[in-house]
C-alpha cells in the first residue's frame, strides 16, 4: 500500500508548516492507490492557488489550469476519454468565485468529476484576502472594515443544483478525507467533497480547533438520500454547525453517458474520422 | 449575364427559407450564385431582406441593382426601390398597395389566393417562389423536387398542400404576363452537381475533414449556425457537440479536450472571443492545439450584430496576454473556408498552439455555390497530419516540454501505461513541472518563439496574386471576404490586380518584401475604418501602404465604390 501511494509523489511540497493542504494531498494518494490506480491511470485538473500548486506534488496525468477554470478543463477531459477517473483539485475562491458559474451548470450536467475544494476561507497565495466561503464581517486586508457579503453555502448549492454526489470532510482526519474521496470516485456522477481546511498562515478565525468544536460527524442513521434532508443538513454551515460524511447522494446517468459519441463504446479519442460525407452533404444540394 | 432576384418581407415570414430554396434552385439548374441576407437583430416585426445574384460562372461579388424584387409588404418596395432601374420587374400585389410607377409590374395576387384555398398567411412566400421561378424561367419540376425531399417528413398532405400554392404563383404569372417570362435559370442540360453553402456551413464541413471531434460553442451571431449544424451532425459524424454555459467555458472545456487527445474547436463573434482570450494564452504555454472560429460583426460592445466587418484582425493577432505563437488564417469564399478549416486543424496539431480562422458575417451567412467534386477530392486527399502527436513517446523520461530545435515537442496523449505529466499554465521545465529559473524561463519562451520560425519556413502561405502585378496600374489588397469584390473590380477594370491574404500572420517579412517591392500602386481595401491590414503588414514587415479604400457602416463592400476610389 506504501509503495502504491508513494507512486503518486512528487516534488516536495511548498506548503506552510501545518497547512491543511499536506493531509488533503496524502489523503488523495491514499485513495488513489486504495483503488488500485497508478498515475497513468487517472487524469487531475489543477485550479490556481495554494491547493493547485499540488500539481507539483502528485503525479498522475495532470493538467494545470486557470484560475476559476479548472471545472470546464476537466469536463472536455472528460468528454475525450470518459475511461480516465477524473479529478479536480481546486481551492475555494477557484471554485466557489471566480469559477462559479462553471460549478453551478457542473453539476446541472452530472459530469463525472470528483471535485476536491480545499475550503480555507481565504485567498493565501495572495497573502490572505477574503473568500466567498468566509463568514460575513471577516475582517481582511481586502475587507479591511468587514466582508458586506454571508458566505457562500456550498453543500447546499450542489444538492440544489443538480450534484448527485456531496460530502464534507475536514483536513485534520485524513481516514476521513480517504473515504469521502474515495466513495465520491466510486460514485458515477458529478461529485464534491468540500474539505474544511485551517489555513495556518491567513485565517485566525477557521482553525483546527474551531473546526473540531464546530465539526461533527453525522449521527448513525443518517439518510444521504433524502433531498429535503440533504439540503437541511447543509445549510446548517451557515449557522457555523459542519456537519462531516455523505450529505447527499442519488443515482442519475452522467452526462458522458447521455451524448451521442457514447454509443460507439470507446472513448471519444478513439474514434476514427468518418469514411464518407454524403449525409452530411445531401442538405447543401 | 449577372442578375439579381431580391424579396423582402416582414421578419418572421419566412424570407430565409424563400430564398435558401430559390438559390437551390439557380443551383440545380446549372447555375452559380452568391446571396446576401439583410436582417435586424430581431426575430418578428422587422425588415427582411434576401438577395440572390445569379450568372453563369462563379459569381464573385453582389450585383447592386435590382432586376426582380418580389415585394410582400410595401416596405420592401419603399427600402429597395432607389435599387431599381425602368427595366426592373416588380411582383407584387396591387390588392395590398399600390407602386410607384416606372417599373415593369408583375402583379400577382396573393391575398387573393390565400382567401380562396385558406391558406396561411406564410404560404405567401410559396406563392412567390412559384411566381419567382415564372418570372426568370426556372423549372418547376426542380422547385417541387426540392419542396417534396424538404417536407417529406410532414405528409404527403403538407407536400401537396405547398405544391398547391407554388403552382398557383407560377400559373398566375404564365397567364397573365407571358411576354415578360425571361429564360434566366433555364436549366442547363447537363448540370454539374454543386453545394450551396454559407461560410459557416464550410467551416463546419472543413471541421469534420479535418476530423474535429469536440465542438465547443455559446450561440452568438454570426456565428451560430456553425454550432446548430454540427449539433445536428452529432450522430453522422460521431463527434461530441456542447452548448456550455459561457464562452470561458466553451473554450476552457475544448482545451481540456484537446489534451485528452481529440482535436477540438470553438467558435464564436468578437464578444464572445474577448471572454476566451485569457484561454488563448492558456493554450499557448500549455501548448494544446485548439482552432478558434472568429465570425467578425461590427463592434464595439453588442455592436450591429446582424451586420459585417473586418474589425477584428488586430484583436486576433494580438489576443493573449504573454507571448506566444499563434497562427490567424483569413479565407476568402466557401472554398478557401472549407480547405483553411481542414487546414488549421492540422496546423494546431503540428505547431500545438492555437489557430485562428477568421470569417464575417458577409462570408459566414451568404451561400454561394461550390462544385461537389471539389469537396470530394479534398476529402479524399487529407491526410490529418497530427505533427509530433503520439500515443507512446520515443524518450525515456518522457519531458512534454524538451527543448528541440524546431521548438516542437512530442505531445503525449494521456493514458500510455508507465507514463505521466502535466500540461502546465505556469512556466515549466522540460517535464512540465512548474520553475522560475531563468534558465527555465528562457529556454521555454526561446522554444515556443521557435515555433513560428519553423512555421514560416513549413507552412506559411505567400498571398495568392491574381492578375498581373506589373502591367496593373493598381494593385488592391485585401484579406478574407473582402476578395470577392475585389476580384469582381478585376473583372471589370483590367488594369488592376489583386493581393489576397489567406495566412494572414505571421507573416514572412522576406518573401513578401520582394513581391510587394518599391511599387506605390497598392491600395488597401477592408471592411474596417483604421485599415487594420495596413497596420498589420507595417508592423510584420515594413511594408507601408498609404492608399486605402475602406467601409465600415456594416454592409458589404460593392464593387462600384471601389472603382469610384480607383481614379
Known amino acids: 500500500m506504501l509503495t502504491k501511494k508513494r507512486k503518486f509523489s512528487g516534488h516536495t511540497p511548498t506548503w506552510c508548516p501545518g497547512c491543511g493542504d499536506w493531509a488533503i494531498g496524502g489523503a488523495i494518494k491514499e485513495a488513489l492507490a486504495n483503488q488500485d490506480l497508478d498515475p497513468s491511470s487517472v487524469g487531475v485538473v489543477f485550479g490556481i492557488g495554494c491547493s493547485g500548486n499540488m500539481n507539483d506534488f502528485l503525479n498522475a496525468y495532470a493538467y494545470h489550469a486557470l484560475h476559476g477554470r479548472a471545472i470546464p478543463t476537466a469536463v472536455g477531459l472528460k468528454l475525450a476519454n470518459h475511461s480516465m477517473p477524473t479529478l479536480v483539485i481546486a481551492g475555494d475562491g477557484d471554485t466557489y468565485g471566480e469559477g462559479g458559474n462553471h460549478f453551478f451548470h457542473a453539476c446541472r450536467g452530472n459530469h463525472d468529476l470528483t471535485i476536491i475544494v480545499h475550503d480555507n476561507g481565504v485567498y493565501g497565495l495572495t497573502t490572505g484576502q477574503v473568500a466567498p466561503t468566509a463568514l460575513k464581517g471577516t475582517v481582511s486586508k481586502s475587507t479591511p472594515t468587514g466582508i458586506i457579503e454571508r458566505s457562500v453555502s456550498p453543500l447546499a448549492f450542489a444538492i440544489s443544483q443538480g450534484a448527485t454526489f456531496v460530502a464534507q470532510s475536514f483536513a485534520g482526519d485524513i481516514p476521513h478525507m480517504k473515504e469521502m474521496i474515495e466513495l465520491g470516485m466510486r460514485h458515477k456522477g458529478l461529485s464534491l467533497v468540500n474539505v474544511l481546511q485551517p489555513c495556518v498562515t491567513f485565517n485566525r478565525v477557521n482553525t483546527y480547533q474551531y473546526y473540531l468544536k464546530k465539526g461533527y460527524r453525522l449521527e448513525a442513521g443518517y439518510d444521504p438520500t433524502s433531498y429535503s434532508g440533504a439540503l437541511v443538513k447543509a445549510i446548517e454551515m451557515d449557522e457555523e454547525k459542519f456537519p462531516l460524511g455523505v450529505i447527499y447522494q442519488t443515482k442519475s446517468t452522467p452526462y458522458h453517458e447521455q451524448v451521442p459519441a457514447y454509443q460507439q463504446g470507446k472513448p471519444l479519442a478513439q474514434i476514427p474520422r468518418v469514411s464518407t460525407l454524403h449525409d452530411l452533404i445531401e442538405e447543401f444540394r | ?567
Open chain 2, 1 to 567: 449575364m449577372k442578375f439579381n432576384w431580391v424579396i423582402g418581407g416582414e421578419a418572421g415570414f419566412g424570407i430565409m427559407s424563400t430564398g435558401i430554396t430559390f438559390a437551390k434552385i439557380v443551383s440545380r439548374s446549372g447555375y452559380h450564385l452568391l446571396d446576401y441576407v439583410e436582417y435586424p437583430s430581431l426575430i418578428r416585426g422587422g425588415h427582411n431582406a434576401y438577395k440572390v445574384t445569379i450568372d453563369s460562372t462563379p459569381v464573385h461579388a453582389l450585383k447592386e441593382a435590382i432586376d426582380v424584387l418580389v415585394c410582400l409588404n410595401k416596405a420592401t418596395f419603399d427600402l429597395h426601390k432607389q435599387e431599381l432601374t425602368k427595366d426592373s420587374v416588380v411582383v407584387y400585389d396591387n390588392e395590398e398597395f399600390e407602386i410607384e410607377t416606372g417599373f415593369i409590374e408583375v402583379r400577382v395576387p396573393f391575398k387573393k389566393i390565400l382567401r380562396e384555398e385558406q391558406g396561411q398567411s406564410i404560404m405567401k412566400n410559396t406563392i412567390a417562389l412559384g411566381a419567382s421561378i415564372a418570372v426568370v424561367g426556372g423549372d418547376l419540376q426542380i422547385l417541387t423536387d426540392l419542396i417534396e425531399s424538404q417536407f417529406k417528413k410532414k405528409g404527403e398532405k403538407v407536400v401537396d398542400y405547398n405544391k398547391l400554392f407554388i403552382k398557383k404563383g407560377y400559373d398566375s404569372v404564365v397567364q397573365n404576363y407571358k411576354e415578360l417570362c425571361r429564360s434566366i435559370i433555364a436549366p442547363h442540360p447537363e448540370p454539374e452537381e454543386q453545394l450551396v453553402m454559407t461560410g459557416n456551413d464550410a467551416f463546419a464541413l472543413g471541421a469534420v475533414i479535418g476530423d474535429c471531434k469536440f465542438y465547443c460553442a455559446y450561440p452568438m451571431t454570426p456565428s451560430s449556425s456553425v454550432l446548430t449544424t454540427l449539433a445536428s451532425w452529432q450522430q453522422k459524424a460521431q463527434m461530441t457537440v456542447r452548448h456550455a454555459e459561457d464562452e470561458i467555458a466553451v473554450i476552457n472545456s475544448a482545451i481540456g479536450a484537446s489534451h485528452g487527445g481529440v482535436r477540438a474547436s470553438v467558435g464564436t463573434s468578437g464578444g464572445g472571443f474577448a471572454l476566451m482570450v485569457e484561454a488563448i494564452s492558456l493554450a499557448g504555454i500549455t501548448e494544446t492545439p485548439i482552432v478558434v472560429f472568429l465570425s467578425q460583426r461590427p463592434g464595439p460592445a453588442t455592436g450591429m450584430p446582424t451586420w459585417t466587418e473586418q474589425g477584428d484582425l488586430l484583436f486576433a493577432v494580438h489576443a493573449g496576454h504573454g507571448e506566444f505563437p499563434k497562427i490567424v488564417l483569413t479565407p476568402g469564399d466557401v472554398d478557401e473556408m472549407i480547405r483553411l478549416t481542414a487546414e488549421a486543424f492540422d496546423l494546431a496539431d503540428i505547431y500545438q498552439t492555437p489557430v485562428i480562422v477568421m470569417s464575417d458575417m458577409f462570408l459566414s451567412e451568404s451561400h454561394s455555390t461550390i462544385p461537389h467534386a471539389n469537396v470530394n477530392r479534398l476529402f479524399a486527399s487529407s491526410k490529418l497530419n497530427r505533427g509530433k502527436t503520439v500515443s507512446n513517446p520515443t524518450d525515456r523520461p518522457y519531458l512534454r516540454y524538451k527543448v528541440t530545435d524546431d521548438g516542437i515537442s512530442e505531445r503525449l496523449i494521456p493514458g500510455a501505461k508507465g507514463h505521466f505529466y502535466q500540461a502546465n499554465s505556469y512556466e515549466h521545465g522540460e517535464d512540465g513541472h512548474t520553475s522560475e529559473t531563468a534558465e527555465d524561463r528562457k529556454a521555454q519562451v526561446e522554444k515556443r518563439n521557435r515555433k513560428q520560425k519553423t512555421y514560416l519556413t513549413n507552412h506559411f502561405k505567400m498571398p495568392t496574386v491574381y492578375g498581373d502585378l506589373n502591367s496593373a496600374s493598381a494593385i488592391l489588397v485585401c484579406c478574407g471576404s473582402i476578395k470577392g469584390v475585389c476580384l469582381e473590380v478585376m473583372n471589370e477594370r483590367k488594369d488592376t490586380a489583386v493581393i489576397h491574404f489567406t495566412h494572414v500572420y505571421p507573416m514572412d517579412q522576406k518573401r513578401l518584401k520582394v513581391l510587394f517591392g518599391s511599387s506605390n500602386k497598392h491600395i488597401l481595401v477592408e471592411q474596417n475604418s483604421t485599415s487594420q491590414l495596413g497596420s498589420l503588414l507595417r508592423q510584420q514587415t515594413g511594408i507601408d501602404i498609404e492608399k486605402s479604400i475602406l467601409r465600415y457602416d456594416g454592409r458589404p463592400m460593392a464593387a462600384s465604390e471601389i472603382i469610384d476610389q480607383l481614379c
